[in-house]
Structure formats: C-alpha cells, structure tokens
C-alpha cells in the first residue's frame, strides 16, 4: 500500500507552480466529444488519476486519444463508435457525468453509469435532469444507469434551485446543439464553469454570459476540434498558500490568476499572513503569530469548499477559536477525526467546526478520507512534530499532480513509500 510520509517542522521556502484546473480539465475532456470533426488539442491538464480515468473513457467510447506530453492530450472523437459509458472508471469518478450532457447534444442519446467521487454528502443530481428535460430529453435511472434519449433537443429557460457547478456546466454542454436559444438562471460562476464555456465557445459553441447569474447558449449546427489551454487549478494554488501560512515559510506560488484567489487571499490576511499579489503569482509569507478566524464556504466569489479541509488544518495551530461553517457539503468534516488524532481540539457541530487552536499538532498515522481531506492531512503532516504517515493516497493522487514532488521541492522532508 502506498502511503505519504512526512517528517514536518520545515518552513516551506521557494517558488512553486501550479497546474491546470483539475475541475476545469475533468469537463473540458468529456466536452471534447462534441467535436465531429477535427482533433482537440487540450494543453495545461494536470497529470492526475481523474484525468487518466477519463482518458480511459474517451478511449472506451472509440475516441483516438494521444498522450502528446504530461499535460497534453490530442483527442480525436470523430469515430466515436458507442454512446454506453458504463465502466468501472466511469463509476468511479464524479466528473463522468458529464458524458450524459455531451453524448446527449451531439448523439441525442446516451447511457451513463451513474457517479461516483468524494464521499462528501449527498450528491444528487436532480437538477442535470431538470435541465436535460427542459431541453426535451427523456431521461429515466435504470440498473444504476442514466438514459438519456431525445428526437431533437431544443432551447429553454430553466433556473435551477440550487446552484451547482455540475449541473449548470452538463446543462450548458447539452444545449450547445440545441435548436434555438437557451437561458440558464442562477448558475454557478466558479472559474472552472467559465472555462469550461471559453472551451465550448473554442469549439465554434455560442455562449455568453459564463461567470454571470445568467447564462445564454444559442445552438449551433455542429462544433469541431480546436487547441486549447486549460486555466491554472485555484484549489491546488490555495492549498499551497495554506500551506505556506501553516508552516510560517515564504513561497511564491505561480502559474496562478489572482483575482480567482481573491477569498483564500482575504481570509489568509485576516489569519495574519502577508499576501503578496502579482500578475500571475501570488507570494505567501509569515511575520507574525497567526491567529484564528471565521469561514463560511459558499459558491463562488465565496470561500471555496474545496479550500476548507486544508484551511482547517492551518487553523488548528492558529491562537483562539475558529468557526467553519461548510454550507455546500453536509459531510466534509469528516478529516477531523484524522487532525484530532495528531493533537488537533477540533468538535464537529452539523455542518459547523469548532476548531480550538492548539501550539503543535504531533506526527502519526492517518488517513486521507477524500482527496482535500488528504491536503488537509499532507498540510498537519508539514507542520506536525515526528513522522506522519498518511494512507489511503489514492484520494489525493485523483486531484494534486505529484504532490510530493512539489512539496519536496519547497523544503519538506515528504516521500512515498510502499509500507
Ligand atoms: C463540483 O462538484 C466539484 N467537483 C467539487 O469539487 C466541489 O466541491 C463542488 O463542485 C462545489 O464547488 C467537480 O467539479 C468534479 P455541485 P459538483 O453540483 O458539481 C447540490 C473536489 O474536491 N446539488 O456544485 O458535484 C449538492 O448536493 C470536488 O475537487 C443538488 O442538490 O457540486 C451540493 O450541496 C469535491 N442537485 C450543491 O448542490 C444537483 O443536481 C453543490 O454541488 C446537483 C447539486
């Protein structure tokens, strides 16, 4: 079994550049199927397991896929030869949903096993179905699958009751070919769902409004291949400013847009770290003890969800009381438990954590519960005193490219070890 080992107390020191958006990338290659014609050339994909389960997928549907480097894929989907997307792979990750929206606009059919992912609460995915209706498919759940069938798809207004980055990107995607226009109404606006559209829009796609309350898609005949770049991962770019703060080092975080760190940077500041903005890096250094604070998580421009199990661990060691409220997932504090075992006075109230600061946290065996929780558990690890052992990596391998590496590479004693 491969396990993270971590022999912490080092201050992270020097410069470290971040990938491309895994929750970016995990939509932009189940897009690319819409393409009839001509390759996609997609660049700046993390090397992550998610992305290799994908690659697996496309390639399981008939789509050529050439592995141009580490961060490159050349797809090719013109042949593809089955609208059946029911694997393994497919069961494994959450992001396989978006087959149904992309298989849907460009086959007008598709059967999808249902998702899988963190195990992070309820995950429904009523409102994609609300909106595959809308635009006139029938949809019906059978043997753990989703179908999807349509004669045509055609354009509608739908508003969705909860905002969802899954739902408002396989909505958009789905009603890309659709006939006529479609709006879509308090729509998530992560940067990913911008990208995402920015990639559709690539691809001959007309869509206005991604990053907006309002989102307005008019269907065109057909969309083709095209060479894209994939935005830098803000959620790998926070755990690292949250790392750089809880080890009280100075690192230069780049390959980053800042204005999408604008909430992690704001409550690092309120903590007492010096943030430093540039154009495309962001530098995170310590003079000062750091002292607890408030987070509530909420879509974007909010605190994001995904940034909280790291932020959690930061503020374990940070003076006074802390409160995190998790108001997207009623499940994501799980990774608590974990933290308490190396010292952490951490209670867990609903969806709140009360989080008293203590002075160190100490090194032991834990595991990672999801793949932020294991951030959370790497972070602890960097600041623990003694050796952390983490298990159960497979979760963090799904999202951070070679987090080791990185680490490493700042100054942490961390290594994989087969034990
Ligand atoms: C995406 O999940 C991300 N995953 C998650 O990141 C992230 O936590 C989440 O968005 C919120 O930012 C991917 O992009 C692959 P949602 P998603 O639909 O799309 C409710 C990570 O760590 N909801 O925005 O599945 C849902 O229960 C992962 O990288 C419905 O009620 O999340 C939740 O409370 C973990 N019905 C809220 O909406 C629906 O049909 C937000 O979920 C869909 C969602």
Known sequence: METLIINGGNALRGSVEINGAKNAAVAILPAAVLASNQKCIIDNIPDIEDVHCLERILAGLGCTVNKINNNTLEIDATDITTVNACTEDVRRMRASYYFIGSLLARFKKARVELPGGCPIGVRPIDQHIKGFEALGAKVTIEHGAVSVEADELHGASIFFDVVSVGATINVMIAATMAEGTTTLENVAKEPHVVDVANFLNTMGADIKGAGTDVIRIKGVESLTGCNYSVIPDQIEAGTFMIAAA??????????????????????????????????????????????????????????????????????????????????????????????????????????????????????????????????????????????????????????????????????????????
């Open 246 to 419: 809880a080890t009280k080092g100075d690192v230069t975080i780049t390959n980053v847009i800042p204005k999408h760190l604008e909430s992690i940077s704001a409550k690092l500041i309120e903590v007492g770290a010096i943030v430093e903005e540039g154009d495309d890096s962001i530098r995170v250094t310590v003079d000062k003890p750091l002292k607890g604070v408030n987070v509530k998580t909420a879509p974007y421009p909010g605190f994001p969800t995904d940034v909280q199990q790291p932020m959690s661990t930061l503020l374990s060691i940070t003076e006074g009381r802390s409160l995190i409220v998790e108001s997207i997932w009623e499940n994501r504090h799980k990774h608590t438990d974990e933290l308490k075992k190396m010292g952490a006075v951490i209670k867990v109230e609903g969806r709140t954590a009360i989080i008293d600061g203590v002075e160190s946290l100490t090194g032991c065996r834990v595991r990672a519960t999801d793949l932020r929780a294991g951030a959370a558990m790497v972070i602890a690890g960097l600041i623990a005193n003694g050796e952390t052992e983490i298990v159960d990596i497979e979760h963090i391998d799904r999202g951070y490219p070679h987090i080791e590496n990185k680490f490493r590479a700042l100054g942490a004693d961390i290594r994989r070890e087969d034990r």
